[in-house]
């Protein structure tokens, strides 16, 4: 089975859309997806996600069903650099979150003061939860840290949704924190990740990442990433801190 999740295209968010930019990289992911042999599409219900799936789904004259678990994760939070007003569980400073040494592995971060007081073991585990039983639907039962390959097949299915909800997926299928992942890799507006399913053995199943936050069709289309999720790349730059 492969696995393939794509990010929402440059975000407008003061009103749950797209950017001009964002619309000009759904249509270039549009030219992308629509060569490959696709099963089924889901896209999260927020407007900034069904909006980036629009351009694809007409191109190929499909539908795709609106999964609500697939809305970006939210379980805000007030933060060591957001003392004072709810925001999202990442986005934390370096200095912050790398001296909780349990947040460097996947079945300790939870524990952490901040993640029990805003309750993102229960959000989180919903996530998990709805993942897996969307994966037991294509043949693959969650068993440990790896699927039962009930039903193996070649199905390529795409989710449109969200960089946060994106990593939470990443964590649960690769092993490891979101909390790395979330301040740690970068995928941009539009980027595509793959993820692969191997069965080395009769009915074990572990999927292999082969590749994270993909933007070439932007670079086909002579169209520049965005700057959108990044941060500046030294303190003294005029760009985003």
Known sequence: MKLMIVRHGEPDYSIDSLTPKGWREAELLAKRLSKLDIKDF????????QDTASFTLKKMGRQAKVLPWLHEFDAPMR??????????????????????????????????????KYGVKEKYDQV?????????GYGYKREGHFYRVVKA?????????????ECVLLSHLLGVSPMILWHNTCVLPSAVTLLISEERKKGIGAFRMNYMGDI???????????????????????TRH
């Open 153 to 165: 097949n070649h199905d390529l299915v795409v989710l449109f949704c969200h960089f946060g909800l």
């Open 42 to 49: 889901y896209v999260s219900p927020l407007g900034r996600a």
């Open 128 to 136: 998990i939860q709805k993942f897996d039983q969307f994966m037991e």
């Open 79 to 116: 933060k060591p650099n957001y003392p004072e007003k709810d925001t999202v569980t990442w986005d934390w400073l370096p200095q912050d979150w790398m001296a909780d040494e349990r947040f460097f592995h996947y079945d300790q971060w939870l524990e952490n003061e901040y993640m029990q």
């Open 216 to 238: 070439s069709h932007l670079y086909a289309g002579n169209e520049e990433p965005s700057f959108a999720v990044r941060f500046c790349e030294t303190f003294e730059d005029d």
